[in-house]
């Protein structure tokens, strides 16, 4: 037998090497077997017959161990070390010589059958190594697929979720499989259900879901627009729905479509008002004259008088028609909004007394300055004033409130002017159109006050917001953003309850 150090793969036997055991085993085992014939008396035959078949002992591990090769190397070696003992034993009985003539055949044949037999299963062994190799592969990157695919789902998730766009997904059948948190939000859904959705979304879905629709939802305008869904072999599985909130886009829409109309009114105005103002001064001169020349005649004196008091309000009407065509460029400067509150109080404290109206007065001390015109801010607080003296009852109240948020709530810092009545406040129906031009539900009004109010206060950077109910009153809130350098020297101060109860108080800030 060969013997060598070097370690065969695992599909072949391995080969011996010195510090192999089986092998030290097999060549101990054949030469105690060699050993026993030579020794031993050749009439023995009976022993002879055992110790021959103690061959198979090694022939049997060689093969185990090594494979056909090793068995058939190992049964060559048996009958190398067996012959000659068969050949001194001849002559002694030849019928059992030639019988073991015979067996050193079968130490082959059970050698090179047992090394087969071995190398097969050692083959077998290998492929099943190498399925389960494959296999612990396959598991691993199946594992890494699907935890690619479960970051993949995350991620695709985590966009629909964070996008502003409602999302749903529906099967052939057209039922929902998926929605997102926006989708969820505007249909007011707390689940995938589908008959939680709207009857319109719903009626959009029995259509077909295709093209572009606008519904209303829940006082909101939504924007739906379905396309198919697309599987991976480019067939249909179902539908996409996108919805967009076009709330807040409507709103702009009609806020610019408001203002083109408006400065197409601002633009009529102000022409008709340039032509009617002088032919209305020449009417008005010749009233004069010809009151002049009547003398004593007190009758036809008094419709005189008449034709000048209508000329004078069509002036003052015309003089509010140029304010609102034609603004004045502010005067910006730093305004000190105490001071203004105080100046406006004692202008028109005493018309609201005039009408049984008390007028209150609060503000935060140390309120920051807003950049502003003083004289225009000052006519917006008076038009709101007198506004709120003619829709308030005798004993009734205005509250005229100045504050500012404390700086964790609102950056950058505003102050805030509110003008509260407790009148009978105003219809939900004429709510939307108080700002219009020429809207007034008085019967001397122009409905041109509240439009310059607007019109100053945007002006300014600022915002003016109503709120009313009937019986309860209306209030006016006029956000105004703070000169930043007031603000920061004031420190933001946080506001202040205390309420002036006098002018008096009001002049020492």
Request: proline share 5%; glycine share 8%.
């Amino acid at each position: 037998m060969q013997i060598a150090d070097t370690s065969a793969p695992e599909s072949l036997p391995a080969r011996p090497a010195l510090r192999d055991i089986s092998l030290w085993f097999v060549l101990i085992a054949l030469a105690g077997t060699t050993l026993l014939h030579y020794l031993t008396d050749i009439h023995l035959i009976p022993y002879h017959s055992i110790y021959r078949s103690l061959y198979y002992v090694p022939i049997a591990v060689g093969a185990v161990r090594y494979g056909r090769r090793g068995g058939v190397l190992t049964a060559l070696t048996a009958s190398v070390l067996y012959i000659p003992h068969v050949l001194l034993s001849w002559g002694v009985m030849i019928d059992d010589g030639f019988n073991d003539l015979l067996e050193n055949v079968i130490f082959l044949f059970v050698g090179a059958f047992a090394g087969s037999l071995a190398d097969a299963e050692r083959r077998q062994r290998q492929r099943a190594q190498e399925a389960a190799t494959q296999l612990a592969s396959a598991n691993t990157q199946l594992q890494a697929q699907a935890a690619l695919a479960e970051r993949m789902r995350a991620s695709i998730t985590s966009i629909l979720e964070s996008i502003d766009s409602g999302v749903i997904t529906l099967d052939r059948d057209g039922q929902i499989t998926t929605t997102n948190r926006a989708a969820r939000a505007l249909l007011r859904c707390a689940d995938d259900s589908r008959d939680q959705a709207p009857q319109s979304v719903r009626d959009y879905l029995a259509a077909g879901a295709r093209g572009y629709r606008q519904i209303p939802v829940a006082g909101r305008v939504l924007g739906l627009h379905g396309s198919p869904l697309i599987g991976a072999q480019d067939e249909a599985i179902g539908t996409v729905l996108v919805l967009d909130d076009l709330t807040e886009l409507r709103a702009l829409e009609e806020q610019i479509q408001r203002a083109q109309r408006l400065a197409a009114l601002g633009r009529l105005a102000g022409g008709l008002a340039h032509e009617i103002r002088n032919p209305l001064g020449i009417t008005r001169a010749a009233a004069q004259i010809l009151q002049r020349e009547l003398g004593d005649h007190a009758t036809l004196g008094e419709y005189t008088q008449v034709v000048q008091a209508e000329i004078d309000r069509v002036d003052r009407l015309i003089e509010q028609l140029l304010a609102y065509a034609r603004p004045v460029p502010l005067a910006r400067g730093p305004v000190d909004i105490i001071a203004l509150l105080h100046r406006t109080v004692v202008l028109t404290r005493a018309y609201a007394a005039q009408h049984g109206v008390t007028l209150a007065v609060e503000a935060t001390p140390d309120l920051p300055m807003v950049e502003g015109d003083a004289e225009l801010l000052h006519q917006a607080l008076v038009n709101l004033i007198l506004n709120g003296v003619h829709a308030t009852a005798p004993s009734g109240t205005i509250r005229v409130l100045g504050s500012a948020p404390s700086p964790e709530h609102r950056m950058p810092l505003d102050v805030v002017l509110t003008i509260s009545d407790t009148g009978s406040g105003i219809a939900p129906d004429d709510l939307p159109h108080i700002f219009d031009p020429f809207f007034t539900t008085r019967v001397d009004g122009t409905g041109l006050g509240l439009s310059i109010v607007q019109q100053i206060v945007q002006e300014h950077a600022g915002t003016i917001e109503v709120h009313s109910q009937i019986g309860n009153g209306t209030s006016f809130v006029i956000r105004l953003p703070a000169l930043a350098s007031s603000a920061m020297v004031l420190g933001f101060a946080a506001p202040d309850t205390s309420v002036a109860a006098s002018d008096d108080s009001r002049g020492q800030h």
